[in-house]
């Protein structure tokens, strides 16, 4: 029987493998050419957010962690409460460029992050302060480990009220954001790129379906959803 390739095997998003650091051992042996964020780098930038809390976060059990992708249908760490919130002065965009994960060198794909303007609708999880440090380092080794996302904190409104949280925003300067992209390119590229943490599309779906579990319809999502699969309809009837 022939062994597929590391590169090629599946490697799914779970506790384990982020317990593990299976997604930083992947890249080191498939991608060394990659640079990686440190670990102990996780650790000061997990401080830092820590020690920058805003006041009014003084009376929370914890630290809510905005979600408004993958961390919504699979967040991976220990959830002690989840709210339906809104995020003022971000969007969702699909501006991130794969070639890893979710796709490869040859047939790229993208991941979504929050850019500035208009708002995002999405989930609040609260991370308890009893596990605070273990599990924000696995969010951070889940969302930072090629630095393509910044933490920043947040105002996220609620019907109750505000919460202060934590967002992971693009990070501008690096190599993978990739704006202004058009839907038909977007399209294109959520329709075919696949890599060992799965599909594009399935993250597509199980965003927008994670979503609609909350009750958030997201119009950008939900257009660019219809036009992929039109788009592999279309490519399978040829």
């Keep these: 029987m022939n062994e597929q390739p590391d590169e090629e095997r599946p490697l799914a998003m779970t506790r384990e493998v982020l317990e593990a650091d299976r997604l930083r051992a992947h890249y080191e042996k498939c991608h060394p050419q990659e640079r990686l964020v440190s670990n102990d780098a996780f650790r000061d930038s997990i401080n830092e957010m820590l020690s920058n809390r805003p006041p009014c976060a003084e ?118 954001y990739l704006p202004g992209l058009s839907d038909g390119d977007i399209v294109h590229r959520l329709a075919r790129a696949t890599g060992v943490l799965g599909s594009c599309l399935e993250y597509l779906d199980n965003t927008v379906a994670g979503l609609r579990d909350l009750g958030v319809e997201d119009t950008y999502l939900a257009r660019i959803q219809r036009a992929v699969h039109a788009y592999n309809r279309t490519a399978r009837s040829r």
């Excluded at 003022?88 to 979504?112: I, V």
């Design 59 to 176: 009376k929370i059990d914890g630290v809510y962690l905005f979600a408004y992708g993958s961390l919504v249908w699979n967040p991976c760490i220990e959830v002690e409460e989840r709210r339906r919130v809104r995020l003022e002065g971000y969007h969702r965009d699909f501006c991130l460029n794969l070639e890893h994960g979710r796709g490869t060198p040859e047939c790229p794909g993208l991941m979504l992050a929050l850019i500035p303007g208009g708002d995002s609708e999405g989930m609040a999880l609260r991370v308890s302060e009893q596990h605070l440090a273990h599990e924000l380092l696995l969010v951070w080794r889940r969302e930072m480990i090629t630095g393509a996302y910044v933490p920043c904190w947040v105002t996220l409104a609620t019907d109750e009220g505000e919460l202060p949280g934590i967002a992971f925003i693009a990070n501008p300067d690096h190599p993978r």
